[in-house]
């Protein structure tokens, strides 16, 4: 193909993907299929590649392309992004309407509701329909630029498109609301706690967490959403209302929030609050109110805002999901993992349609922190409407005697040590053998995303463990139909269910085995990457930490985490067994690259031109090489590109080599 041709082709092709992002992500009515929009994708990515020089900072394949930000910058807002002044009540609303009035005496004013998104704020500034900034909202006038992880949410449109004004204006600063949905934030947390991780609180620490990452690709993994509810200094672009500004959000391709609505006066309002606050459990992510806005951009400038906050707007924020209730006991459970948790067991308590019983106080120093003792008084409240949690404890309701809790420095399973490593949270139990472990990993070995055995359920665990019949993963493999049927509650018929279960798992695949075997931070991706790279549930057991480390997407403590698991005898021992018992524990690999890198270590900094951060590490690496993050005499390499940072005068400062991309490639094809 000519260079002419392409440049028409991927012109075609990045308008179709733009056109299907806006239907899938933004009005959600697909008009291809995921196979047809996965044949465009990768068409554009082949003739990116042919033609390099072609590629445009708003093509959808660069959405994670580039390297980890090392640094936030401060941006300064067009307009300062102020916060809100709060109501609770119908009667505090028509209050607001009053003080209106006084500064406007004589005025009828209309409204604008939305939905109060309990995400993360932020500021996108376009340039002739171009997305060429994102920040946060920071402290209301400077924020931290974070272009390149919102470039990662598919829908946010990188390119804005229609009629409606904002398209062909130089310069227009909108803004919104990245949040996680409900449901995604749900999975996403099962996965943490399938990898032994730390669990997110609620969605909105989630979707910041997510925002804030220096790897793009880290944020390109979580599922984020965003509104978009503003449209900068609207007033002097020619719009009359705010209605008209989000109208005009949505013709550019921009995503608001679908239950937004104009009322007519402070009672329509009122009716809104209250309709919404009886829907906010069906909503799909969290809202803690609803924010009313003057709908006149006259009347809001007119009005103007306090250092504070707007005059014209205020958020009416929903009754809190609060109660109290009393603590009968704090037990400490043990995870898959050795981590010992404590969990308080309540007085049952009614908390937004839920009868709460249990509620994790996470860890001992969060216990000691909010000084949870037997019989006390709490306040709990449930988090994003979903996870109950501790807000405070009482303390004027305590009964006399009521002693501290103190945090127990044996496992209550087993009486193994509980050791805290050195800056973790969690006490963890040393003992391989412990019953309370061995429980909790069968239960993720058999889950649905691991080696998936159906009816290997926690009542048969239970039994399983408790009867000495499994000790460890391999010990499924040998169970007999005779000895499952022995079991309470355990027909012939559901017993030979289960033997036929297990059997099945036994080809689930490398990629599955290595996270069903609850390796602590290890999870699907993980997992995924160490059955790619190796090929060979042996070679990973057998692999140094450093080459661990070395695979993009692992990292150090990882690596570490890794190479404890197989350092234990009786985990090298499973491997064995595992293999013994004819589960499958190899997958193919793709030929190996010439190990023409072997023994240089390199440092990249600045941008190439053709190669992302990761891509130039991934080459490296699997070249045999080495990427370190600081230069030093012992340093091979620094690959520079544009714009480069201080590593580059490190290396002239060291007489450390510096090459191009150009040269890494023809050192790495030897």
């Known amino acids: 193909m000519q260079r002419a041709d392409a440049a028409q082709r991927l012109a075609e092709l990045r308008e179709q993907i733009h056109h299907h992002d806006y239907l899938y992500y933004v009005e959600a009515r697909p008009e291809i299929t995921d196979a047809d ?4 994708l990768r068409e554009l990515r082949e003739l990116e590649t042919q033609f390099p020089e072609l590629v445009t900072p708003d093509s959808p394949t660069q959405r994670v392309a580039g390297t980890p930000t090392e640094l936030f910058k401060p941006v300064e807002h067009q307009v300062a992004m102020l916060s809100l002044d709060n109501t609770t009540t119908p009667d505090q609303l028509h209050e607001f309407e009053a003080r209106l009035k006084r500064v406007l005496p004589g005025a009828a004013f209309s409204y604008v509701c939305e939905p109060k998104i309990d995400g993360l704020g932020v500021a996108l500034v376009y340039e002739r329909g171009r997305f060429v900034r994102g920040a946060t909202r920071g402290d209301g006038r400077v924020g931290e630029e974070i272009t390149a992880n919102l470039r990662t949410i598919k829908s946010l ?5 229609g009629s409606r004004r904002l398209a062909d204006l130089d310069t227009v600063e909108v803004r919104g609301e990245v949040f996680m949905p409900r449901t995604d934030f749900d999975a996403l947390n099962r996965q943490f706690e399938e990898a032994g991780e730390t669990t997110f609180a609620n969605p909105r620490n989630a979707a910041a967490g997510a925002v804030q990452q220096k790897d793009r690709a880290v944020t390109a993994r979580r599922p984020l959403d965003l509104f978009l509810y503003h449209v900068s200094r609207a007033d002097t672009l020619g719009f009359a209302t705010h209605w008209e500004a989000l109208e005009a959000l949505r013709g550019s391709g921009l995503k608001t929030n679908p239950r937004a609505e104009r009322c007519g006066d402070i009672d329509a309002v009122i009716a809104y609050c209250t309709r919404l606050e009886a829907a906010r459990d069906g909503l799909g992510y969290d809202a803690d109110g609803v924010v009313v806005k003057v709908d006149s951009l006259e009347q809001q400038r007119r009005l103007g805002a306090t250092a504070h906050h707007p005059r014209w707007a205020i958020a009416f924020k929903f009754a809190a999901r609060q109660a109290t209730t009393t603590v009968q006991a704090i037990e400490v459970n043990v995870g898959k993992t050795g981590a010992l948790t404590p969990v308080a067991k309540l007085e049952p308590v009614e908390l937004a349609g839920v009868t709460i019983r249990n509620v994790s106080l996470h860890n001992e ?11 006390d008084t709490v306040l709990i409240e449930r988090a994003g409407d979903v996870i109950p949690y501790v807000v405070q404890t009482i303390v004027s309701k305590r009964p006399e005697g009521a002693e501290p809790f103190v945090f127990p420095e044996r496992c209550p399973a087993c009486g193994g040590v509980a050791a805290r490593p050195a800056g973790e949270a969690y006490r963890r139990c040393t003992n391989a053998a412990c019953p309370a472990q061995v429980k909790g990993r069968l239960q993720h070995f058999g889950s649905r995303r691991a080696m998936d055995i159906e009816h290997l359920g926690e009542s048969l665990v239970e039994q399983l463990v408790d009867h000495g019949l499994v000790r460890d993963f391999s010990d499924l493999y040998r169970l007999t139909v005779d000895q499952l049927a022995e079991l309470e509650r ?3 018929k559901s017993a030979q269910n289960v033997i036929s279960a297990i059997a099945g798992s036994r080809e689930r695949g490398l990629a599955r085995l290595v996270n069903a ?16 790279h190796f090929g060979d549930l042996h070679a990973i057991a057998d692999a140094p930490e450093e080459a661990l480390a070395q695979i993009h997407g692992i990292g150090p403590e990882i690596a570490r985490s890794v190479r404890t698991f197989f350092a ?6 499973l491997v064995t067994k595992l293999q013994d018992v004819g589960v499958v524990t190899t997958q193919e690999r793709a030929a190996p690259s010439p190990q023409t890198l072997t023994s240089k270590t390199f440092v990249i900094t600045g941008t190439l031109p053709n190669l992302s951060r990761d891509a130039a590490r991934d080459l490296i690496v699997e070249h045999g090489g080495r990427v370190v993050s600081a230069v030093s005499k012992k340093t091979d390499y620094v690959v520079v590109g544009d714009a480069p940072g201080s590593k580059a005068d490190d ?8 090459i191009d991309e150009t040269e890494l490639r023809a050192l790495a094809a030897g």
């Open 37 to 40: 929009y996965d044949r465009l």
């Open 157 to 161: 449109p990188v390119r804005l498109h």
């Open 365 to 375: 120093d969060e216990v000691r922190r909010k000084d949870v003792r037997v019989g």
């Open 490 to 492: 355990m027909a012939e």
């Open 517 to 532: 075997l609850g390796i602590r931070m290890v999870g699907e991706r993980v997992a995924e990457l160490l059955a790619s």
């Open 568 to 573: 234990q005898d009786e985990n090298r021992a």
């Open 651 to 658: 290396a002239r400062r060291l007489g450390v080599k510096t």
